[in-house]
């Protein structure tokens, strides 16, 4: 399928050809009929990937930032690859479209194949012919309602949350600075709903179009707006001021105050500068409020990813509420999108599209752009191009291993695929995502044969005999399972399962098939790991661990924490350091006391930061230590490991102490291996000479077991023992 990208190094746009998306949980699949591009939003976003790599840090200084503490924290080689991957990405463009519902997913009841519906979302209502929409990103449209008018739903419903956010009532004045596609759409639903309204432009030509949706008055420049305002309001000042413009300049924010009334509202929906104006707004105790994009559920992943809707009761507009009733305006005839839109464009043409906002298309000189619409074909249906192959798929020779992935995500790409890469007599065959985007992106980066978005087709590839999984944590165990019964060996990711049922979904597919699995569990292949366990071979006693980890907090909406999803924190990430300890003292877990800190609770998340104290079967006792409250600039793990007269530290996976008998030996250098590299040459090795796997199938059971018995001991307040033999099967 089409789909318009750009590539975020170069700046370069084009046409593409992506696999259409798969059909997801909670959601719908639309073939797409039209879709609008902003002149606003999508201007920026083109012109800063057009831009220098000065013009891209002057835009986004917090990620220099992110890089900075990447290559204090992991060294210069991690980082260069994160960086890289980052960069050579190509991106979707778009967020408002149109189309026909082709697929639903299971459980999704309000959506058949065939309604029309209007489509929001970066990343979701792209510029794409297929677009898979989560349900609350999704509105029906009305019969009557066309789709070139509904293409322009989620920028209408941007303009009417500004207005709700305004409390706009019938008769009040409202000044409108900024006549852009969402100020004329403002306007609109203003008159719509009996204000008098004034519209202020820098450009003429955008007034005159307000001149059609029957405006009251206009204004070029702050000198008319003055006079406009006075006129419009008897001398008092504007009711509410609500913001539409785009500038890096204070002047929208410092005219408002000025045409404010007393105790007047000022709403910002568009990006300027917010440098108040103290004087005018203290004595005119001016209210300001900002409008959160399409309204109440933008960026809560529960809502618009997981379909959790705000009882209506509580909140009366959410963002699916705002499109459905910009929809009812379209339906009533109170909003008229044809006289807003000024350039048409087939999908093909999409680049010509562009040239048109950023004023390079040729159009004669002082041509008006406002509405910009993409045009798509009406023949394509959800199966097509499944695969797009990147080169000639052949066959794969005697002794190579063929790799496919399944999950392409920042982790994958950054760590991962560069390891697997330089192999020798490795050949990448195939990898699959969920969207066709990211597929086609990893494919061209690092030489897949092809890209999909339907992962059995990875299992069906005869060619593919090694598959990788790098999804999110609840898929890991089934698509495991599923790759082991088809007879291919199984990196998976990290956690192994995220529950009792996902364990034994594993344990009897490898009892079973017998085939060869191993999790990332990469620790106790680092180096340092493995000099430390050398010089502590000789013991006779158990170890005493301390294993402290400066995790760092992630927002309280991310996947990890979501128990199903992504089995939270102590599932997802304290495993690995579980593994560590079980590499360490050769032993597994036996029982398990875990207490949460209570200022992590706070946030709904139970186990951000938490202290798990592990017996082992062999004496031992390991403490991890699992914070995610401290500073950034302090190192992430340290391991202490005492033992018969002896101390050994490892700092962050860069360097160490070895002492004992009051002799100091220093092992490691400065550079950070914390054992990936390692971990997939013994993983390979493994399935190139038929060998067992590089941890045993007891240590990866124990190490899941030790997790859920942790949560179990924070619900409880008491120690848990684990059973570490295989998990029931017989149901």
């Known amino acids: 399928m089409k789909q318009v990208v750009q590539n975020f190094r170069t700046g370069e746009l084009l046409v593409d050809e ?108 792209s510029h794409s012919e297929i677009n898979f929409l989560p349900k609350n990103l999704c509105a029906l449209a009305p019969p009557n309602v066309s789709m070139d008018s509904a293409c322009y739903t989620t920028v209408g419903a941007i303009a009417l949350q500004g207005v709700r956010q305004a409390e706009a009532k019938l008769g009040e004045i409202v000044a409108v600075i900024g006549l852009g596609l969402v100020g004329q759409l403002t306007v609109q639903i203003l008159k719509a709903a009996g204000c008098r309204v004034l519209g202020i432009d820098l450009d003429r030509r955008m007034c005159e179009l307000a001149r059609q949706s029957g405006i009251d008055a206009v204004a070029v420049g702050d000198e008319e707006a003055r006079g406009a305002c006075g006129a419009l309001s008897g001398g008092r000042g504007a009711d509410s001021i609500i913001i539409t413009a785009g500038s890096k300049s204070d002047g929208p924010i410092e005219l408002a105050a000025e045409l404010a009334r007393d105790r007047g509202r000022v709403v910002v929906v568009g990006l300027v500068g917010l440098n108040i104006p103290r004087n005018e707004f203290y004595h005119k105790e001016l209210e300001l409020r900002l409008s959160r994009s399409y309204g109440p559920g933008r960026y809560d992943p529960q809502y618009e990813e997981k379909g959790v809707d705000y009882p209506i009761g509580f909140v009366r507009w959410t963002e699916k509420r705002n499109m459905e009733e910009f929809l009812r305006l379209l339906a009533d005839g109170k909003i008229n999108t044809d006289a807003l839109t000024t350039h ?24 008006l752009r406002c509405g910009v619409v993409l045009e798509y074909p009406i023949t394509i249906a959800a199966q097509s191009a499944r695969v797009i192959a990147r080169k000639p798929s052949g066959s794969v020779a005697s002794g190579d291993i063929g790799i496919g992935f399944i999950g392409a995500g920042a982790f994958a790409k950054g760590v991962l695929l560069p390891i697997v890469k330089t192999h020798n007599r490795v050949r990448l065959t195939g990898v699959a995502t969920a969207t066709g985007i990211s597929g086609k992106n990893t494919a061209e ?174 004496g031992s006792i390991a403490t991890i230590v699992y914070a995610a409250g401290g500073d950034p600039s302090v190192e992430k793990e340290r391991v202490e490991i005492l033992c018969e007269g002896s101390v050994a530290r490892i700092d962050d996976f860069k360097s160490g102490v070895y002492v004992k008998n009051r002799r100091e030996v220093k092992l490691g250098g400065r550079t950070q291996d914390k054992g990936h590299k390692n971990e997939i040459e013994a993983f390979l090795s493994a399935v190139r000479n038929q060998t067992s796997p590089p941890i045993d199938m007891a240590s990866l059971m124990a190490t899941s077991l030790a997790t859920f018995s942790a949560l179990a001991s924070i619900r409880a307040g008491v120690r848990v023992p684990i059973d570490s033999a295989m998990p029931d099967n017989s149901n």
């Open 445 to 618: 980066m690092f030489g897949f044969g092809y890209a999909v978005t339907d992962y059995q087709q990875i299992l069906n590839d005869d060619q593919t005999n090694v598959v990788f999984v790098a999804t999110r944590h609840d898929s890991h165990a089934r698509i495991a399972a599923e790759c082991l019964r088809r007879g291919k060996a199984v990196f998976v990711e990290k956690p192994l399962a995220v529950n009792q049922d996902d364990l034994k979904l594993i344990a009897s597919a490898l009892t079973e098939t017998g085939g060869l699995l191993t999790v990332g569990y990469n620790r106790r292949f680092a180096p340092l790991a493995m000099d430390v366990k050398q010089r502590l071979a000789g013991r006779r006693g158990p170890l005493t661990i301390v294993y402290r980890v400066n995790a760092g907090a992630l927002p309280a909406g991310h996947w990890s924490h979501d128990e199903v999803e992504g089995g939270g924190r102590l599932v997802g990430e304290v495993c690995h350091f579980i593994d560590f300890v079980q590499y360490l003292t050769g032993s597994l877990a036996a029982h398990v006391f875990a207490e949460a800190v209570s200022a992590s609770t706070i946030s709904g998340s139970p186990d951000d930061s938490v202290i798990v104290t592990i017996s082992m079967q062999d």
């Open 18 to 125: 992506i696999p259409p998306p798969a059909l997801r949980p909670g959601g719908v699949l639309v073939r797409t009929e039209y879709s609008l591009i902003s002149a606003g939003t999508e201007r920026t976003t083109v012109e800063t990937a057009q831009s220098s790599i000065i013009g891209k840090i002057r835009e986004r200084p917090d990620k220099v930032k992110q890089v900075i503490d990447t290559f204090k924290r992991e060294g210069l080689r991690a980082t260069y690859q994160k960086v890289k991957a980052r960069l050579n990405q190509v991106t979707p463009l778009g967020y408002s479209s149109s189309g026909v519902v082709l697929e639903v997913a299971e459980g999704v009841t309000e959506f058949r194949p065939g309604d029309h519906v209007a489509c929001a979302g970066a990343g979701y209502a």
């Open 344 to 367: 048409r464009f087939k999908i093909e043409h999409a680049n010509d599209a562009y040239d048109a906002i950023l004023g390079k298309s040729g159009d004669a000189e002082g041509a």
